[in-house]
């Protein structure tokens, strides 16, 4: 590692979205070797002497190149695009954004919830077909939340529902390290129980082989028949046709979902139609602070790389 590393952002990155991060380290750290590129040759030329890089993903080509790169800093939570074993045989560390997204996903799963418990959805079809019929609305105050992953998104999701009187429960890889916030924590064994006992079933877990599918029919099946299952992780953490099936059935009360296994979600899905869907493009994530805490995030961890120091975030 040099005294002043080479970073690239690559083309990979839109480039609104690059400005945005490359504005936002610079202002932070004006001295540092910060390279944009804007198409595919600028970064072909470029990534030879990056040991650093900021982006969404790194194309098989970028990646056989870059023969200096130490570090990939990842502009998304999830990382499930990226080849572990060749990074790991290349001794190159991966870090990803977790953290960055836990208050816009945190608001818009309190949304999803306030919108079934007020049945605002009922209310935006009512408007759309010109009718003015009265239905009731309930409270989330009393009510039990499952936070399934309760990392920087579901301990977020945990504080905001706190603050509705909500009672909060979930799962977590190691229940002592569990977020304030939360009244009761157990082990991912304790999956079921939380299934069993939520009002709203929130999935913030990253999708890795033992998150795949993890909520399928069994689960749908212990949950209460009013309950609300909340999906910001990832798609295929949900089996979708178990889940759909159940909404069909009257299994659950319903679902708000940001994410799906097929994305852009096909126009022949059932989803669209069933009147106990929520569905939201992916975009859970999105705010105008993302980029600029992203530029925070990495300013963070470059200061460690070169103290050699433990990263944040580090995936690999």
Same mark, same amino acid.
């Given at each position: ?8 952002i690559?083309?990979?990155?839109p ?9 936002? $380290? ?9 390279h944009? #590129? ?22 098989? &080509? ?6 200096r790169?130490? *570090? ?12 572990? &074993? ?5 001794? $190159? ?29 009922? #209310? ?7 009718? *003015?019929?009265?239905?009731? !609305?309930?409270?989330?105050? !009393? ?23 909500? %009672? @909060? $429960? !979930? ?7 569990? /977020?304030?916030?939360?009244?009761e ?15 709203y ?9 033992? %998150? ?6 069994? &689960? ?6 009013? #309950? ?9 953490? @949900?089996?979708?046709?178990?889940? @759909? ?26 989803? *669209? ?5 929520? @569905? %939201? /493009?992916h ?16 300013v ?9 120091? /433990?990263?944040?975030?580090? $995936?690999?």
């Amino acid at each position: 590692m040099s005294d002043r590393p080479t970073v690239l952002i690559p083309h990979h990155v839109p480039l609104d979205s690059a400005r945005e991060v490359f504005e936002g $380290i610079e202002t932070r750290r004006p001295d540092l070797d910060l390279h944009l #590129a804007t198409t595919p040759e600028e970064s072909r030329e470029a990534i030879d002497e990056a040991e650093i890089a900021v982006t969404f993903g790194l194309d098989e &080509e970028l990646l056989e190149r870059a023969e200096r790169l130490e *570090w990939i800093q990842a502009l998304s939570a999830g990382v499930d695009r990226y080849d572990f &074993e060749t990074l790991e045989e290349r001794g $190159i560390a991966l870090t990803n954004a977790s953290g960055v997204h836990a208050e816009p996903i945190g608001e818009q799963v309190l949304g999803y919830m306030l919108t079934f418990e007020r049945n605002l959805h009922k #209310a935006a079809r009512q408007q759309e077909r010109g009718i *003015w019929e009265r239905f009731r !609305g309930g409270e989330l105050a !009393g009510k039990t939340v499952g936070v399934v992953g309760l990392g920087a998104i579901g301990t977020r999701v945990a504080e905001l529902s706190q603050a509705f009187d909500m %009672t @909060v $429960i !979930g799962t977590k890889g190691n229940p002592d390290d569990a /977020p304030d916030a939360v009244d009761e924590v157990f082990g991912p064994d304790g999956l079921h129980e939380v299934c069993q006992r939520s009002d709203y079933l929130v999935v913030a877990v990253p999708l890795t082989d033992e %998150t795949r599918g993890m909520i399928g029919r069994w &689960e749908f099946r212990m949950m209460q028949s009013d #309950a609300v299952l909340i999906n910001v992780a990832r798609g295929e953490v @949900v089996d979708q046709d178990a889940m @759909v099936h159940a909404l069909q059935q009257g299994a659950i009360g319903g679902a708000g979902l940001d994410v799906f296994e097929t994305e852009p979600l096909p126009q022949d899905s059932p989803l *669209w139609d069933l009147s106990n869907v929520v @569905v %939201t /493009p992916h975009m859970s994530g999105s705010t105008p602070e993302y980029m600029d805490r992203c530029a925070e995030l990495f300013v963070e961890n470059y200061d460690r790389h070169l103290a050699g120091e /433990p990263l944040e975030n580090r $995936i690999v």
